[in-house]
């Protein structure tokens, strides 16, 4: 009797393992299609196709299938996609609304998943982790809502600002991003735009940096933590002392900045 009951349990028990890898296995096509298609989009947007069949994909997934984006891996690669062909897309259509930069980035225009979202919202409130966009930084929204607390980032990763293009002349050129590879790729982006962008004068001692980082100093960890990466990547010498310096932004409109693979 108790072998049959010892039988029976382990039946159960493998059953329950077995339940669970299928549900694993599941969720995770259903969050790799909603990436792929997040992909698909930018790559329609590069090569000037129709967008509207992957709008309406994204736009009637279900809330599930956002839910399953559980990583930041997940998130960070989604949702850089989506912003980088958003902003591509809606300035295609519309060159003009860049006149009115505030009014642009606020516009709700872009649905995913029966949400409507604007591109303020996923680079503040889902890959900043609701940070408040004039804020350095340094401070938080007070009462995030609850879509953005089910979906952003678990932690602020300063590479995204080397990896975000609005569109503008001194954006850093757009990359598709994915999960699997999106550390090496996010490190790749930092390296190639900052090696480029950051200009340091011997003389002084003063290294310029994209208007971006003192933008979104916090994000860095501050002045130090900027010159610990500057020194990490060969761009100041490691043995002085070294002023920072941040440029102008250029707001020149600047499409189809897309990076050569």
């Known amino acids: 009797m108790k072998k049959r009951a010892f039988i029976f349990l382990s039946i159960l028990l493998l059953m329950a393992v077995i339940h669970k890898s299928f549900a694993v296995v599941k969720n995770d096509s259903l969050s790799s299609a909603l990436i792929k298609t997040a992909q698909q989009l930018l790559l329609a947007a590069k090569t000037n196709e129709a967008t509207d069949s992957f709008e309406n994909v994204l736009r009637h ?10 990583s ?16 591509q897309i809606l300035l295609q259509k519309n060159p003009g609304a860049y006149k009115k930069r505030s009014t642009f980035f606020n516009n709700k225009a872009i649905n995913i998943c029966g949400h409507q979202l604007s591109l303020d ?35 602020v990763d300063y590479r995204i600002h ?17 999960p699997v590879n999106i550390e090496q790729q996010l490190d790749l982006a930092t390296r190639s735009y900052l090696s480029t962008e950051a200009e ?19 994000d860095f960890g501050g002045k130090n933590n900027m010159l610990t990466l500057l020194k990490k990547l060969n761009i100041v010498p490691s043995n002085q002392n070294v002023a920072i ?3 102008k932004y250029n707001w020149n409109l600047f499409l189809d900045n897309y990076k050569n693979e």
């Open 61 to 70: 997934s279900s809330k599930t299938e956002l839910q399953n984006l559980v």
């Open 72 to 87: 930041d891996k997940d998130k960070k690669a989604f949702w850089l996609n989506i912003y980088n062909a958003y902003t």
């Open 121 to 155: 919202d996923i680079e503040h409130d889902l890959l900043r982790r609701s940070k408040v966009k004039w804020g350095f930084g340094y401070i938080n929204k007070l009462f995030p809502g609850k879509f953005e607390k089910q979906h952003r980032v678990a932690a």
């Open 162 to 178: 080397f990896a975000l293009n609005c569109g503008a002349k001194s954006c850093p050129p757009i990359a598709f991003y994915d």
């Open 200 to 218: 340091y004068n011997d003389k002084t001692q003063t290294v310029y940096l994209p208007a971006t980082m003192g933008w979104f100093r916090g």
């Open 245 to 247: 310096r941040f440029k």
